[in-house]
C-alpha cells in the first residue's frame, strides 16, 4: 500500500473530504441510503488509516469500500458496474512510488 498516495487522493479540499457519496436523483429513492452509509462509515476508515500512516487499516477500509459500492450497486439494479481493487496504475505517464527522504 502506498500511503504517500492515498493520503494525497483522501485528505485535499473538496469532494471526498465530506465523507459523503451522491447519488443521482433517479437512485434516491431506491433504498441504497444504507450502502452508501456503509461506503461514507469505509472512507472516514480510509481517511483515518492513511493519517495514522496504518497500510494494514487501510487496506481493510479500501475492502469494506469496495464490497459497499458493489452492494448498493446490486440494490440499484446496476450491478454490472463492479468495483475492484486497481491492477494498473491511474495515470500510465506517472509513478507512485513513495520518497525515500
Known amino acids: ?9 483522501l485528505l485535499p479540499s473538496g469532494s471526498h473530504t465530506t465523507g459523503k457519496l451522491a ?4 437512485q434516491s429513492d431506491g433504498g441504497t441510503s444504507e450502502f452508501v452509509t456503509s461506503a461514507d462509515r469505509a472512507l472516514v ?15 481493510s477500509a479500501f475492502s469494506d469500500l469496495t ?17 475492484q481493487t486497481p491492477t494498473t496504475l491511474p ?3 506517472q509513478h507512485f512510488q513513495p520518497s525515500t527522504r
Do not use: Y
Not at 500500500?1 to 487522493?9: D, S
Not at 464490497?67 to 458496474?81: D, L, M, R, W
Open 23 to 26: 447519488l443521482t436523483p433517479d
Open 67 to 83: 464490497t459497499a459500492c458493489n452492494t448498493c450497486h446490486t440494490a440499484g439494479g446496476v450491478s454490472f458496474i463492479r468495483i
Open 91 to 93: 495515470f500510465t505517464n
Open 45 to 59: 476508515r480510509m481517511r483515518e488509516a492513511a493519517k495514522q500512516k496504518d497500510a494494514a487499516g487501510l487496506q
Open 1 to 9: 500500500v502506498n500511503l504517500p498516495f492515498f493520503t494525497a487522493l
